[in-house]
Each structure stands twice: as structure tokens, then as C-alpha cells.
């Protein structure tokens, strides 16, 4: 069983920065890509970033490019997203998920990640 607990959300002001973290609870974590979604009221979920097995590989969505950093330390089964720069487009509830071990490389796909976490909510105001 692989569970995904999301926390480091919180309610801040435009341009300020958050760091999420995606603590995984899993036996060998670093045979699993993990990626970060969000979900903004009455919107569908929306990939944010994901990175490699091994961390060698990692994708952006365009609107976070260069504002949001994702990386991830197996030796603590641990996925991290921050996110600098914080706009109030960027209020969602942001969830963390892994794919299987079979899944090679990354994707951005929500559909392509077998596990999810119960989501943390992040909200900036202006």
C-alpha cells in the first residue's frame, strides 16, 4: 500500500513563497515518479510538476516554469515543491502523486499516477 500525505499549505500574500512537501509511505520510494497537481474551485485538476525515480528528470507546466522548483530526497521518502513567487492564480488545493513502479520516466498525465494524497490547500491573495 502506498500512502502520500501533503503538507506546507497555507493562506499567503502575492509574491511570498511556500515549500510542500509529499511524505510517501512505501517501501522502496525511488522505484516511483512523483508528481504535483492542483485543483482551483469549480476547475479540473491540473498537473503542476513532476519529477523522476531518480530525480534526473523533471517537467513544468508552463505556468509555473521558473517560479515553482520540484525535487524529492528517497533517503526520506520525500517530495518537495516550492513555489516562489506565489500569484493569487496559483490558489488551489495542491495533491501529490505517484505513479507504479512499471510506469518508466514521467508524465504529466493525472490518469498515469495510481496513488494520490488528500491534497493541501494553498491560497494567496493579492
Known amino acids: 500500500q502506498v500512502q502520500l500525505v501533503e503538507s506546507g499549505g497555507g493562506l499567503v500574500q502575492a509574491g511570498s513563497s511556500l515549500r510542500l512537501s509529499c511524505a510517501v509511505s512505501v517501501r522502496t520510494f525511488s522505484n516511483y515518479a512523483v508528481g504535483w497537481f492542483r485543483q482551483a474551485p469549480g476547475k479540473e485538476r491540473e498537473f503542476v510538476a513532476t519529477?523522476?525515480?531518480?530525480?534526473?528528470?523533471?517537467a513544468y507546466a508552463d505556468s509555473v516554469k521558473g517560479r515553482f522548483t520540484i525535487s524529492r530526497d528517497n533517503a526520506k521518502n520525500t517530495v518537495y515543491l516550492q513555489m516562489n513567487s506565489l500569484k493569487p492564480v496559483d490558489t488551489a488545493v495542491y495533491y501529490c502523486?505517484?505513479?507504479?513502479?512499471?510506469?518508466?520516466?514521467?508524465?504529466?498525465?493525472?490518469?498515469?499516477?495510481?496513488?494520490w494524497g488528500q491534497g493541501t490547500q494553498v491560497t494567496v491573495s493579492s
Open positions: 519529477i523522476s525515480r531518480s530525480a534526473t528528470n523533471t
Open positions: 502523486a505517484a505513479t507504479t513502479p512499471s510506469r518508466l520516466g514521467i508524465t504529466m498525465i493525472p490518469n498515469d499516477y495510481s496513488y
